[in-house]
C-alpha cells in the first residue's frame, strides 16, 4: 500500500494487480485514519464507494443534506465545489464507472441520479449490505478488487445495454478530450441533435454538451495538477483562452486554476489511478454496436446487423 499526505494526515492508497473483467471499471482501495474536509472534484464517471471499515465517509451537500456509508454518484457530482467530504477511520473500495456501463451495473440509469449522491442500499437493498460485510471480512485488498470485480461483472452481464449510438457518441467525446461538437456527433450517427440530447441524457445521466465540457476540464483539471501552466493547458485543451479556462474551472470547483492544481482530490489520482486516461472511461470499441458508415476514428461500423458490430477499419 502507497501513502499519500494530504495536510497532516496520511491516506493508504492500493491499486489492483490486474484490470477490471468489465471495460470501463476502474478501482482503488483507500484507508484514511483522518479524512480531513475534502472539496470533491467533478469527474466524468459515475463513482460508486463501497466502504466497509470501522468509521464511515461523510458526504455533506450545501443545502445541509448528508450521506454515510456506502454510495453512488453520478458524473460531475460536486459543481461548484458544493460537495464536501469527510470522516475518520475509513476504508473503501472506490469504484469508476463509464457511465456506458453504469446503467447495467446499477440497475438503474444515471440520469436517476440527477447529479445527487445516493445511498447504495436505495439501490441494491440487501446486496449493499452483503457486499459490505465480504469486504470487511478479507484482509486482502487484492482479494477485495477481485470480490468486488466478480459483483460488477456479474450485474453488468445481467444489465441492459445502452444504445450503440449513444455509446459511439460517448466514446468520440473522450478520446477527443472534449475536442468535439454535439452537432457532428450526430450527424456522425445518423441522428437529429434532439434525438441524441434525449438519448444520452437518458442512458448516460448528462446532456452530450455537458459530457463534452466535463471531459474537457476534468483533462484540463489534471494538467494544472501535473503543474502545466494556466495559459498552455487553456491553449491545448481546446479553449478560447485562458479567461475562458478559468470560468470553466470556477463552474465546476467554485475554485481558480492555481487553487485547483493542489487539489488533493485530483492530485491522489496519479497513485490511485496509475493509468488514469480515456481508457479508464471506455467501453470496449466492439460493444458499440450497428452504425452506418466509416467514421474518421477508423472504426466501420453496420447498421441492422443482429448482433451489431464496429470493427477497426483496415
Known sequence: MRTFGHGAGVWGVECPQRSSQVTGVTMAGFHVPDLETLRIVPHPTVTLLLEFGAGSPVLDSPAGGQQ???????????????????????????????????????????????????????????????????????SSWQDRFVLTDALLARRHEAGPPVDPEVAWAWHRIVVSRGVTRVDELAAEVGWSRKRLWSRFRSQLGLPPKRAVKLVRFDHAAHRLVAGEGAAQVAAETGYADQSHLHRDVMAFTGATPATVAGEPFLAVDDIAWPSRGTTAMLASPGTYGSVTGRRRDGYRCERRRPSGSCNRAS
Open 68 to 138: 454515510r456509508g456506502s454510495i453512488v454518484a453520478g458524473p460531475g457530482l460536486g459543481s461548484g465545489g458544493a460537495v464536501r467530504a469527510r470522516g475518520e477511520n475509513v476504508e473503501c473500495v472506490q469504484v469508476r464507472l463509464s457511465p456506458v456501463i453504469a446503467r447495467a451495473i446499477l440497475g438503474a440509469s444515471p440520469a436517476d441520479l440527477d447529479g445527487a449522491v445516493v445511498s447504495l442500499g436505495d439501490l441494491w437493498g440487501r446486496e449493499a449490505s452483503r457486499i459490505r460485510e465480504q469486504l470487511g471480512d478479507v
